[in-house]
């Protein structure tokens, strides 16, 4: 029993002390009714369920996607910055041949700039980097090689694709397939995975 006053007299004690605490701050809330109501927004939170690895091969595989997600994810977010800055000017002029010429040097600043570091990409880190592109822009690469550079490079740069395994008209699919690649990128973003 004495237990027991004991935790009680704690509780109030301490409930007193946060009272005194909080007097000269104004906590944020609205009247209703003549009652003021304590209010505050808390950022939302995502809840995926448990990983719980089935296997140590499962758990290697999962976090060499992490390792191959952080490579390639700046990467596809920079397509999607780069793609709205030249669009703006691509469409600005309705001459054909100044629209060529403005693709071939912005291709050829790319090249320059992000060309080496491409090149030393894996197949499969290729591949996530086009499913990624897909994610950011809205638009596989097929797509927008085709509406940039027509079609005849599209079909060409497809077949190059094609003989390394992979897709340019892949497609991003956050619910099943490529479920796991969603989850790693809300983490990146969340920064809980660095």
């Known amino acids: 029993m004495k237990t027991i006053v004991f935790i009680f007299a704690f509780i109030v004690a301490g409930s007193v002390g946060f009272a005194q605490e909080q007097k000269g701050m ?7 009714n003549g009652d003021t109501i304590l209010y505050r927004e808390i950022p939302p939170v995502f809840v995926y369920p448990r990983t719980g ?12 996607l992490v ?3 952080k490579k390639v994810y700046p990467y596809a977010k920079k397509a999607n910055e780069l793609l709205h800055e030249y669009s703006a000017k691509y469409e600005a002029t309705q001459d054909k041949k100044l629209r ?21 990409l894996s197949v499969s880190e290729g591949r996530i980097l086009i499913k990624l592109i897909d994610r950011e822009t809205g638009t596989t690469s097929y797509q927008l090689i085709q509406d940039l550079k027509g079609n005849l490079s599209a079909f060409f740069w497809q077949g190059v694709a094609r003989v390394f395994g992979n897709n340019l008209k892949a497609e991003y699919d956050p619910v099943t397939e490529d479920r796991l690649i969603e989850e790693i990128i809300f983490y990146i973003d969340a920064g809980i995975i660095k």
Do not use: D, M, N
């Not at 104004?26 to 209703?32: D, R, Y």
């Not at 090249?111 to 030393?120: E, I, R, S, T």
């Open 26 to 32: 104004k906590l944020p809330g609205t009247k209703i």
């Open 53 to 64: 690895h089935k296997s140590k091969r499962f758990e290697r595989r999962y976090w060499r």
């Open 67 to 69: 390792q191959k997600v």
């Open 100 to 120: 060529r010429q403005y693709v071939r040097e912005a291709e050829k600043r790319l090249f320059q700039q992000y060309g080496p570091q491409l090149k030393k």
